[in-house]
């Protein structure tokens, strides 16, 4: 807005200086999702909050981006995404936070202790409609 105006200006602000605000904002939000104890329910219970790692944290945000596909998503011959153009897309958090009455849950591990080389770790997913993105 112009300082000293009327209140009617606006501004455009796109790339890097704007995403990098709006992917810290929402890193905020998905540690206050979890340290609130809306995960597993997806209500909030106080008795189910935990201190999420980063590595939770980063992982929950990049598994709720969406591919973009306005003009520049696939500039410089790009044809695959994640790319050099878009990164992983734009961040929707409500794809990968599960409320109370969502089509679909979310299951997490926040596997603090690590992996070594050579380890393996197996997760089973049941899946029930095979309409709905995993």
């Not at 008795?47 to 992982?59: D, Q, R, Y």
């Not at 306005?70 to 990164?87: F, H, L």
């Amino acid at each position: 807005m112009d300082p000293g105006g009327d209140g009617t200006a606006y501004w455009t602000l796109s790339g890097t200086s704007m995403a990098t605000p709006t992917v810290a904002g929402s890193a905020g939000l998905v540690r206050q999702y979890y340290m609130d104890g809306w995960y597993p329910t997806g209500s909030k219970t106080p008795a189910n909050g935990f201190t999420p790692s980063a590595a939770l944290i980063k992982a929950t945000i990049i598994n709720s981006a969406r591919e973009m596909t306005g003009a520049g998503a696939y500039a410089n011959g790009e044809n695959k995404y994640p790319n050099d153009n878009q990164g992983y897309g734009r961040v929707a958090l409500d794809d990968a936070l599960f409320f109370q009455g969502d089509a679909r849950g979310t299951t997490v591990d926040d596997h603090r202790s690590g992996i070594n080389t050579g380890d393996t770790v197996t997760y089973q997913l049941a899946i029930g409609d095979s309409s709905i993105p995993v």
